[in-house]
């Protein structure tokens, strides 16, 4: 990706490996991208759709579970193996969960644990290395990574603790990270999204039933994500307007809990 040191990093011909690409909000992710120029390396559990999206954006399909062993670095390792260099990671794969934390299986809350953490540090780990080594090889070239994030991990939603809680998790890392990284020219960010209609909710075992924030689609989301790998902006929440609880919260915890507990 060649670019000059104080410009934006160009998406046209990029290498970008994007998780949980199979749907919702990764699929769109691939699909903006390669609109935007990029190679899409779409990475999945579920072999026949995520072979689907890379057939539809013209990418490469890479079928994986970042729970195993190996798997977050194997993801890194076969990217550039296969197209020599890696610009930029989309974090996306995660699961999520709603319920009492008292009703949760030891194996759910690994499950959480390993796929929205674990899974997503490792992933960063290996990218960071590779990343590194790019940048030392080519003063012109810039990277980016974008966590897809959730707006549960700047406020915390009772009912959903422990998805709160990964989530939060990753926010405190990317911008660690980020430090970490100036000096290879490679941004970090995190994507907050509310409530996007996709599965999700489906799979984490309950359906959503609050009246605020409404659902958006996953394209939306796709197009901030889009938007943040190209300049490199630490934090991008979606939409714009939970930006206020978000700070509330940050602020005076006690105090947005309150409100919260009267309004939710």
């Not at 998406?11 to 120029?37: C, E, K």
């Not at 796929?115 to 992933?123: A, I, M, P, Q, Y």
């Not at 080594?133 to 707006?151: E, N």
Request: glycine share 10%; with cysteine.
């Amino acid at each position: 990706m060649a670019v000059g040191h104080s410009g934006p990093v160009e998406l046209r011909d990029a290498i970008v490996l994007v998780t949980g690409a199979s749907g919702g909000i990764g699929r769109a992710t691939a699909a903006a991208l390669a609109r935007s120029g990029a190679h899409v390396v779409c990475a999945g559990r579920d072999d026949a759709a995520t072979t689907e999206v890379a057939g539809a954006v013209a990418g490469t399909a890479l079928t994986a579970d970042l729970r195993e062993p190996g798997a977050p670095a194997s993801l890194i390792e076969h990217t550039v193996a296969e197209h020599g260099r890696l610009d930029a990671v989309v974090a996306n794969a995660g699961v999520g969960h709603a319920g009492p934390v008292a009703e949760m299986t030891d194996e759910r809350v690994a499950e959480l644990v390993d796929l929205n953490v674990r899974g997503s540090f490792l992933l960063a780990r290996a990218a960071a290395a590779a990343m590194t080594r790019q940048a030392a090889a080519d003063p012109s070239w810039r990277g980016a990574v974008v966590f897809v994030s959730s707006i549960a991990g700047a406020v915390g939603v009772p009912g959903e603790s422990v998805y709160s809680a990964t989530k939060a998790a990753v926010e405190a890392f990317a911008p660690l990270l980020g430090e970490e990284l100036r000096p290879a020219r490679v941004t970090v960010s995190t994507v907050l999204p509310g409530v996007v209609e996709t599965g999700f909710f489906a799979r984490r075992g309950a359906a959503y039933d609050r009246r605020v924030p409404r659902p958006i689609l996953p394209d939306r989301v796709a197009d901030v994500v889009v938007r943040t790998l190209r300049d490199g902006r630490p934090r991008r929440i979606e939409p714009r307007w939970l930006e206020i609880p978000a700070r509330l919260s940050a602020a005076s915890p006690r105090t947005y809990r309150a409100l919260a507990r009267r309004f939710s």
